[in-house]
């Protein structure tokens, strides 16, 4: 592992430094600071820059406290545990290369929210933008201390979201709100590839901690998926990065505030792509792979970005630019894939961090004080805006390439680096392009200075130009102090760090080297000095260069990608549109379409041939039912229009069915289904009354055709499924253990009921809660079913079918007397034996609801409404609870919800009883059937009755008064 | 002829008229569809437990052989979980249509003209 082996004098280091709660809090200063500040937003504007720039120092105090270890190669981390289950743990570590971005993202962080509380103006929310920005901060920061590649893709995705808001950021700018949108789209679209390959990666090395990845290089360089992984990778990180062809969005991007575009989008985020090249080098680098995809782009991304900024006249618009370019050539340096091109590019960081960051805040102090960046209406700024000029001026000229600034150097190096390599074995390719990128690169620099501070002084600027006060100079002259030191002073000052990044980036130790200013006369200088003077020509001769631009075809990214999400929203458009166009009958066949495709799918890879399985032999009885139910479902399908008839038809098909389960030992199945038949009906019966009797039948059309097809065919499959399946011995069940364990655990023989009561009594305490819901959504549907439109139709409904004049008939009121009684014994019976034998609460409820539904039909809703004494409500409510306590008890004995327990008990008379906890479970069952029931059916009748204003009857049995009227006429 | 080809087949049969009364443009035949697919498929649910004759799900020391109780239990809730349902949709489509005065699914009007998207009126 490469860490370890830099650390020889780790366990002298003192024990300050290890502990491992300092690298958290160091993560966390930033998300406090963000929360302080958007919690503070009622404050002055210099206390929100106050927290926020307190917060940074903090943390980057912190971190530079730590950098004396981290350079002697001591091992930091600290470690969370937080879903070890998928192998994501807060885990943090501080090395070199970590140490270099956490501190210029800090560092640079400190000197932007300085500059941002000068720069923007009393219209914007300093707070809002301060809080965005630390958390930015906190998200960047936490990239490059992630030890956990999933942790650092949690972070990674914050980076994208919260530089969406900060582009966004003055969001009543059109340009705002679309490069926000398209960086997120492309930023997050990589986010995403990169999550796919570094799971993919994980998996290779067995590990989500970077640490043990970096020390699997050659597994995962040798393992098939090491294209996938590596390809998935680099299109996050090209995003990211802005790499050729992803480049587009960065432009955009530059609608932020500046502030943003010089931390954001130059320093910090667009860097996390270069960093995470860095970051795996050790392991995905060195292939041919690596070289060709990530060098190549690297040297396309640099050329291509060098171009477009040469001709751009927004000051933004050509920094950005040049900043794809840079990154262009920090990815083709780590694409090269050599120890001494990352070293390179290791120090390329740290300058192009350093000139960049100041030469966006300088763009910002022109745009700020002059009030344009259109390079076109700038001009003879040199002596109007002298502080200004000198720092720009800097900053561009180590842009350039031009010595002694630190720009120089790294471009020097670079240069050295591309003289000798070859590319698909053409020695001259990338030496010449690499030229080509330098001299462009130099060109826009200089144009950069010459545009802004030289020529003529105009007339028409649109504010009097003069130099901005402290607060905008001092950020970015600090960091031309920083551009002008390292440039004279490279090793003393950048030497150790860019050393012992190295190491962490390549692994081991780096080659021997030197930062210097003169490193003789060579190739690389050669190449520097066309480089500069190409730049110069090309400038002089600018109007030439800008016709041959301009006959040139350079497609626009943005239309591209604005016509590609337009496609894109449309194909989607176009496809949910097909799918769900609110057509209920649309869904439900696309829905039975794509189930039956599975199902074909699957029929088709799989064996599907019937089993050898002994069947049972029919009897003529059997096959007598089978037929009568075959002929219920065929006069069902025939006469669905005339709806009574269809209904008597289907209560045909569901006594077969009982009668079915009974024959095929299912005793406690077939008094359900024939109790819930009865209930069933007479819920239809009663919403019929108020719906439309028959629909009017139409002839066979099309649709019929295609639905009958689509119906024969998942018919088909799903009895030919069961078909297969019966024929075919069971495959080891669980239901072994159900059976042997229902008497000795259970303490009942029916196994059926033991099963609901007790080894599964948590699906069916939810389930008489799911029967509670519906009753309870079936009476408020209703109860409000007698106001506004709805409540209108049921004033004007008038019955439409013929009425008997018998409304109460005297055998049914005296029969249903007589069955009560009976009825409730039985319920209970049937409730009390269900342990044992087949019943229970389910049924037992049913039972006793339909003795309840009967007296309502003999009598009458009302008649019988007066005559009860329980809410309906509070019996689903009891049941629910009484279910609920009798699971609960049993933790109060220290066993798990709803253990049940049971024992025998002899009573006087009755003899020796089994009690069990269940028989209470199972009266909760029971009373929720029976308030559910009732409540459905009853609140239902209720309206039926209002309906039909009628007036209450008196007694029990009475004629229909109209008739009686009539008669006397 | 086996008893299992005849539960089989019958719960083919279910299942396709189950299917086709779904598509229909009423709420009355979605209701008549929905409860026919209940069948179905309790049916089905209950035959993978193997189907079994004379031998109910009552545990005693001396019987060795007996039928599946499991699918048996689930069977039972799934039936009660259908009554619910089948009780939710048809006054759902009671409400729907005393509010709007169809009973279309698509709330279409009863009488009138062929939504250009929609499917057909019965």
């Known amino acids: ?969 | 002829m086996s008893v299992e080809f005849l539960v089989a087949s019958a719960i083919g049969v279910m299942t396709a008229a189950g299917i086709y009364l779904t598509l229909r443009g009423r709420t009355f035949s979605v209701v008549l569809g929905l409860a026919m697919l209940s069948y179905a498929i309790n049916a089905f649910l209950f035959s993978m437990g193997r189907l079994v004759i004379d031998q109910p799900p009552i545990w005693s020391a001396d019987t060795a052989t007996y039928t599946d109780p499991l699918p048996q239990a689930l069977v039972l809730t799934a039936i009660v979980i259908a009554f619910g349902m089948t009780a939710l949709v048809v006054v759902l489509a009671l409400r729907a249509y005393l509010e709007t005065g169809t009973d279309h699914v698509d709330g279409l009007p009863n009488d009138g003209e062929q939504h250009p998207d929609a499917g057909d009126e019965v």
Request: proline share 5%; with cysteine.
């Open chain 1, 1 to 969: 592992m490469a860490r370890a082996r830099l650390c020889p004098v780790a366990a002298l280091q003192p024990a300050w430094g290890n502990l491992p709660l300092d690298l958290i809090l160091i993560s966390l200063l930033p998300f406090l600071g963000s929360l302080g500040v958007a919690l503070a937003a009622r404050a002055p504007r210099m206390a929100h820059a106050a927290l926020a720039g307190s917060f940074s120092l903090a943390a980057l105090l912190l971190v530079l406290a730590k950098a004396p270890a981290v350079l002697a190669g001591q091992d930091i981390s600290a470690r969370i545990e937080w879903v070890p289950a998928i192998g994501l743990n807060v885990s943090y570590f501080l090395d070199p290369l970590g140490l270099m971005f956490a501190g210029l993202i800090l560092g640079i962080g400190l000197l932007i929210i300085i500059y941002a509380a000068f720069y923007l103006s009393a219209a914007d929310s300093s707070a809002r933008f301060l809080s965005f920005l630390m958390l930015f901060q906190g998200a960047m920061l936490g990239i490059v201390m992630s030890d956990n590649i999933l942790l650092l893709l949690v972070f990674w995705e914050l980076t994208s979201l919260s530089s969406f808001l900060l582009i966004g950021f003055w969001r009543h700018l059109a340009e705002g709100r679309q490069g926000a949108r398209m960086a997120l789209a492309v930023t997050g679209g990589g986010g995403l590839a990169l999550i796919a390959g570094m799971l993919v990666l994980g998996n290779i090395a067995g590990s989500y901690e970077l640490t043990e990845i970096l020390g699997a290089g050659e597994v995962i360089q040798a393992s098939p998926l090491y294209p996938v992984a590596l390809v998935l990778i680099l299109i996050g990180c090209f995003t990211k990065s802005a790499q050729f062809p992803f480049q587009f969005w960065l432009p955009q991007a530059m609608a932020a505030p500046t502030p943003v575009s010089a931390y954001l989008h130059s320093a910090t985020m667009v860097k996390a792509g270069v960093f995470l090249l860095a970051r795996l080098w050790p392991v995905l680098a060195g292939t041919d792979l690596w070289f060709y995809l990530v060098a190549t782009t690297g040297l396309v991304t640099m050329l291509v970005g060098a171009a477009i900024a040469l001709f751009k006249t927004d000051l933004k618009a050509l920094l950005a630019y040049s900043t794809v370019s840079h990154l262009g050539l920090l990815t083709m340096l780590f694409g090269f894939g050599t120890p001494m091109a990352a070293i390179v590019g290791v120090f390329h960081i740290l300058n192009h961090a350093t000139f960049k960051a100041a030469l966006f805040m300088n763009a910002g102090i022109v745009d700020h004080e002059v009030g344009t960046r259109d390079t076109r209406q700038l001009g003879g700024l040199l002596h109007l805006m002298p502080i200004a000029a000198t720092l720009g001026i800097v900053a561009a000229l180590s842009m350039a390439g031009i010595p002694p600034l630190n720009g120089f150097l790294s471009k020097e190096m670079m240069l050295e680096e591309a003289a000798h390599t070859a590319w698909a074995g053409s020695a001259w390719l990338v030496p010449v392009l690499v030229t080509l990128a330098a001299l462009l690169s130099a060109a826009y620099s200089f144009r950069y200075i010459v545009a802004v501070y030289f020529g003529p002084r105009r007339t028409d600027y649109p504010k009097t130009p003069h130099d901005p006060g402290i607060g905008l100079w001092g950020p970015p002259a600090a960091l031309v102090v920083l551009v002008v030191l390292i440039g004279l002073f490279p090793q003393t000052l950048a030497g150790p760090l860019v050393q012992a990044v190295s190491g962490a980036v390549i692994g081991g130790e780096p080659p021997a080297y030197k930062l210097a200013l003169w490193h003789g006369f060579n190739a690389a200088l050669l190449m520097s000095v066309l480089a500069v003077a190409g730049g110069a020509l090309v400038l002089w001769r600018f109007g030439l260069a800008e016709r041959i631009w301009q006959r040139l075809p350079v497609p626009v990214a943005k239309d591209l990608f604005e016509r590609f999400i337009a496609g894109l929203v449309q194909g989607c458009r176009w496809l949910s549109d097909g799918i769900n166009n609110g057509s209920l009958q649309r869904t439900l066949f696309v829905f039975f379409l794509a189930t039956l495709a599975l199902g074909a799918e699957g029929m088709s890879g799989g064996s599907y041939a019937a089993g050898t399985r002994e069947t049972l032999p029919a009897s003529p009885i059997t096959v007598i039912a089978w037929l009568a139910l075959i002929a219920g479902v065929v006069a069902v399908v025939v006469s669905e229009h005339k709806r009574f008839l269809a209904l008597i038809y289907i209560s045909v098909v569901g006594l077969i069915v009982s009668l079915g389960f009974i024959y095929l030992s299912a005793p406690d199945l077939a008094l359900t289904q024939i109790s819930v038949e009865v209930v069933t009906i007479l819920l239809l019966l009663l919403a019929l009354n108020l719906l439309p009797k028959i629909t009017l039948p139409r002839s066979a059309s099309v649709r019929h055709v295609r639905d009958a097809v689509l119906a024969i065919g998942a018919g088909g499959g799903v009895g030919w499924l069961a078909y297969a399946v019966m024929t075919r011995a069971p495959n080891d069940p669980i239901s072994a253990f159900h059976w042997a364990q229902s008497k000795p655990g259970g303490g009942g023989t029916n196994v059926v009921n033991v099963t609901l009561v007790d080894f599964r009594g948590f699906d069916t305490f939810g389930e008489i809660i799911v029967l509670g819901i519906a009753a309870l959504a079936i009476y408020a549907l209703l109860q409000t079913a007698t106001r506004g439109a709805s409540g209108a139709r049921l004033l004007a409904w008038i019955p439409d079918i013929v009425r008997s004049p018998e409304r109460h008939p005297m055998m049914l009121v005296v029969a249903s007397r007589l069955i009560l009684p009976i009825a409730i014994v039985v319920a209970l019976h049937i409730f009390l034996r269900g342990h044992n034998l087949p019943g229970g609460g389910f049924i037992a409820g049913l039972v006793f609801a339909i003795a309840m539904l009967i007296q309502f039909m003999a009598s009458g809703f009302e008649w019988a409404e007066e005559r009860r004494r329980t809410e309906r409500h509070a019996l689903i409510a009891f049941g629910v609870l009484i279910a609920a306590a009798t699971g609960l008890g049993s933790l109060a004995f220290g066993a798990p919800f709803l253990t049940s327990a049971f024992g025998y008990f002899h009573f006087p008379v009755v003899g020796e009883v089994e009690l069990a906890t269940a028989l209470l479970f199972d009266i909760g069952v029971a009373l929720t059937v029976v308030g559910a029931v009732l409540l459905a059916l009853g609140q239902l009748s209720n309206i039926a009755q209002r309906a039909e204003k009628l007036e209450t009857p008196k007694e029990a049995m009475d004629i229909d008064p109209t008739r009686e009227a009539e008669a006397q006429r």
